[in-house]
Each structure stands twice: as structure tokens, then as C-alpha cells.
């Protein structure tokens, strides 16, 4: 896991596990700032919002911005 403090003060966080990225923010603009920068040097698909990782279920409650994993 790596993260990145931007300049709003919030984070961004990437999670790799083999070939797969994990990407995490609130700030979608930065998101697709960085996918784009990617997408540049590697061959990339995005797959839209991740609903599983490593087994375990991502479940995403905008109303109060909060991520839950089980």
C-alpha cells in the first residue's frame, strides 16, 4: 500500500496485489488525474468501482462517503 497526500490535505491511496491496482480517493478528478498518467506508460483497463478485492466485498455508502469491507 502506498499513499499520497494531495494538496487539499486529503489522500489517495493505491493498493497493487499482482496485477492489480486499487485506487481510492475522495477526489475523483484526482483519480482520473492519475489514471490517465498511468494509462501513459502501461497497458491499463479500468474496471470501473471495485465491488471485491482479496476475497473480501467492498460495499461504498456515498450518502455519509464511507467505505465498508467485509
Known amino acids: 500500500m502506498h499513499f499520497i ?10 493498493l497493487l496485489y499482482v496485477y492489480d491496482l ?3 480517493s ?8 492519475l489514471k490517465d498518467q ?4 502501461f497497458e491499463m483497463k479500468d474496471l470501473d468501482a471495485a465491488k471485491k478485492i482479496l476475497g473480501m466485498e467492498i460495499r461504498r ?3 455519509v ?5 467485509s
Open 5 to 14: 497526500k494531495l494538496l487539499n490535505g486529503s489522500f489517495m491511496y493505491l
Open 22 to 24: 486499487l485506487i481510492v
Open 26 to 33: 475522495k477526489n475523483m478528478s484526482e483519480i482520473n488525474s
Open 38 to 41: 498511468l494509462s501513459g506508460e
Open 61 to 63: 455508502d456515498l450518502s
Open 65 to 69: 462517503e464511507k467505505l465498508y469491507i
